[in-house]
């Protein structure tokens, strides 16, 4: 079996994270660790669920991160749809430049963040190695030499914001979150007053607190070109090459640890 699993971009930063100094082996724990799931899923048609608030949110406004994409860059995007594969990985790019997705230019990967801090912290550190990977498997599969993953921030949806002033409730007696924490959680997840206001409104919430009237005066909109940033980089066939090799050598671990 081990000649037939393909690696699926997304997983790729896994299986290159590097044994600790000093390690004889070849391929890290953490390695190993995925390639048990990797092994599982292949022999048993199983698959981890992962589910979380952030992999929901990024999913529901998926839509909206590539609208606002497609006006940060002035180039209309639509989802591509389409599994591409080789004899080493398998992938599925979000958005592409290019004629066609088998002979794109640029590949396009957005991140939804979860909120104005994860989006800052994103914006102001080295790009996560997990999506350098990913990225160079998606320049991989379609011949693309450069690669953007875009980092967009937008409207936590209504339904994912009350579930957050649910939890929020277990926090208070009876239940009764005080109105001005529930303004500010919406205020939180929200980053125009149009939306604040409709939020505030679907939730009933009225301003007789001065520390709500003080939420409301003092929400500050965030301007449509500070919710976008964007980490480009080139295709390096080195790195293509590393990547190569460390997918045959996760094959021939499966086969000596589980096919042996």
């Not at 600790?20 to 390695?31: A, D, H, I």
């Not at 009350?162 to 919406?186: A, C, M, N, V």
């Not at 206001?197 to 005066?217: C, F, G, N, W």
Request: charged residues 30%; contains cysteine.
């Amino acid at each position: 079996m081990e000649n037939n699993i393909l690696f699926r971009c997304s997983s790729l930063g896994y299986i290159m994270t590097e044994p600790k100094k000093g390690s004889t082996e070849k391929l890290s724990e953490t390695t190993k660790t995925n390639l048990i799931d990797i092994y599982t899923s292949n022999k048993y048609n199983r698959f981890t669920e992962i589910s979380s608030k952030y992999l929901k949110k990024g999913n529901d406004v998926e839509e909206d991160s590539i609208t606002l994409l497609s006006r940060m860059t002035k180039t209309f995007f639509t989802k591509n749809e389409q599994q591409l594969s080789n004899d080493f990985v398998k992938g599925t790019p979000d958005l592409f430049e290019g004629p066609e997705i088998i002979k794109a230019t640029r590949i396009r990967d957005t991140k939804s963040s979860w909120d104005i801090f994860t989006f800052n912290r994103a914006k102001n550190k080295p790009l996560d190695q997990k999506y350098y990977w990913q990225g160079h498997g998606y320049m991989w599969l379609t011949g693309a030499e450069l690669c953007n993953i875009d980092y967009c921030l937008n409207n936590t949806p209504y339904h994912i914001v009350l579930s957050e002033l649910y939890r929020e409730g277990f926090k208070h007696k009876d239940s009764q979150t005080p109105e001005w924490i529930e303004l500010q959680i919406i205020a939180n997840h929200t980053y125009d007053f149009e939306t604040f206001e409709k939020y505030r409104k679907q939730r009933d919430l009225s301003i007789t607190m001065d520390e709500s009237k003080y939420i409301v005066a003092g929400f500050v909109e965030v301007p449509m070109k500070e919710r976008y940033h964007t980490f480009e980089f080139k295709r390096n066939d080195e790195d293509l090459k590393r990547l190569e090799n460390r997918i045959i050598d996760c094959r021939k671990f499966i086969k000596s640890t589980y096919e042996s």
